[in-house]
Nanobody, 124 residues
């Protein structure tokens, strides 16, 4: 089993920045792919970004390209999401996800492990 714990969420004004962290523990060998999803109130959980183990493959949703950056520190078993130029529409609960697959996926079914989520609220 893998446990994922997110941190770093909060309230920020539009145009501001936040950095989310997700620490993995347990069978970290099963975290080949780590990603971030988000879920706004009344909406489905959607893909934000993902990265493979060596960082050679990074994928972003079109809505965050150029504003968000995903990275990982394998020594700390941690993945980060740097969010810049935040917009009110970025408001959501952000979830960390992980999977032992070798190919980065964009769907929720592509990930076996999930964190509890951290709230990000962007005020206008």
């Amino acid at each position: 089993q893998v446990q994922l714990v997110e941190s770093g969420g909060g309230l920020v004004q539009a145009g501001g920045s936040l950095r989310l962290s997700c620490a993995a523990s347990g069978r970290t060998a099963s975290t080949s792919i780590m990603g971030w999803f988000r879920q706004a109130p009344g909406k489905e959980r959607v893909f934000v970004a993902a990265i493979n183990r060596n960082g050679a493959t990074i994928v972003y949703a079109d809505s965050v390209k150029g504003r968000f950056a995903i990275s990982r520190d394998n020594a700390k078993n941690t993945v980060y999401l740097q969010m810049n130029t935040l917009k009110p529409e970025d408001t959501a609960v952000y979830y960390c996800a992980a999977d032992r697959a070798l190919v980065v996926g964009r769907g929720t079914l592509d990930y076996d492990y999930w964190g509890q989520g951290t709230q990000v609220t962007v005020s206008s």
